[in-house]
């Protein structure tokens, strides 16, 4: 039996309070709005019940959020793509951040299971004076409980991403179980089965100096981790900034994002930051 589950969030500043209705249907929906920095910031946690996301399941994620609200969306677990008979699984989600709005989506990470045929797409359209953080982490397969993407019993496995700023940065990538040239080549995932992206992205152009600020942290941060060798940060446009990683596990690579994650947040709205206790469980 398929799944079919949406998501509407709609997020306003209500005095000094960022506040959230919500509707859904189906096995999606969000736990209590958390304030634990303060009224102006609303912590939101996605829940999916089922606890994964087989074959022929579609999850639809609608997200506003109106001028001046704040909001920091996370999961309280990985997102899991199980094995498929041949239909796909869709994750979407689709942000609207408003002017003088600030969105961080800041999920947990997703696993491919091996033998899974899935999608995961999405889109922020950010008004000129609107503002994000996200990140994505993506791990392939159980390689620690012998359970590899790239297995040759399910060679049909394939996950298909895409991160769409309308405008400033379209990527849509597929990694399919028998691409060993993208998986094992060092111009690839060098071996790897984890990665991971941080972006920050502005609805206008960024001042060079402010860009560059987050990229000298950025690199001065990672060259001290044990990722040093597998990460870069750069801004191909002037929207948006991007740390990249892979690792052979999903702790270090949270530990970088989350560490670096943490000083941008300082550095771009003199915020300090308020890790979600989830990413430490």
């Known amino acids: 039996m398929s799944w079919l589950g949406q998501l509407n969030l709609d997020y306003r500043r209500d005095g000094e309070r960022t506040i959230a209705l919500d509707r859904h249907t189906g096995p999606l929906r969000v736990l ?49 793509f199980y094995r498929s008979a041949g239909e796909e699984a869709q994750q979407t989600l689709h942000a609207r951040v408003d002017d003088d709005s600030r ?28 503002e994000m953080f996200g990140w994505d982490v993506l791990a392939l397969g159980l390689p620690a409980a012998g359970e590899p993407f790239d297995d040759p019993a399910h060679p049909h496995g394939r996950y298909t991403q895409e991160i769409d700023l309308p405008g400033v940065w379209l990527e849509r990538g597929t990694v399919t179980a028998t691409d060993q040239l993208l998986l094992d080549s060092p111009l690839g995932w060098a071996g790897h ?24 942290a950025a690199r001065a941060l990672s060259a001290d981790h044990a990722l040093s060798a597998t990460c870069g940060s750069t801004s191909t446009h002037e929207q948006v900034v991007v740390l990249r990683a892979l690792a052979p596990r999903v702790e270090p690579l949270m530990d970088l994002l989350v560490t670096v994650w943490s000083q941008w947040r300082t550095l771009a709205w003199d915020l300090a930051p308020c890790p979600s206790r989830l990413w430490r469980t």
């Open 32 to 80: 209590q709005r958390l304030y634990p920095e303060g009224p102006g910031v609303c912590h939101h946690v996605l829940v999916h019940p089922p606890g994964g996301i087989v074959g022929g399941d579609v999850l639809q994620v609608d997200a506003h959020l109106a001028c001046g609200s704040h909001a920091l969306i996370t999961t309280p677990g990985a997102t899991r």
């Open 193 to 216: 089965r984890v990665t991971g992206t941080l972006w920050f992205a502005s609805g206008t152009p960024l001042p060079r100096a402010r860009r560059e600020a987050l990229l000298d």
């Open 103 to 130: 969105l961080e989506w800041l999920p947990l990470e997703t696993i491919a299971y091996r033998g899974c045929v899935a999608s995961n797409r999405m889109r922020f359209d950010l008004a000129p004076r609107a």
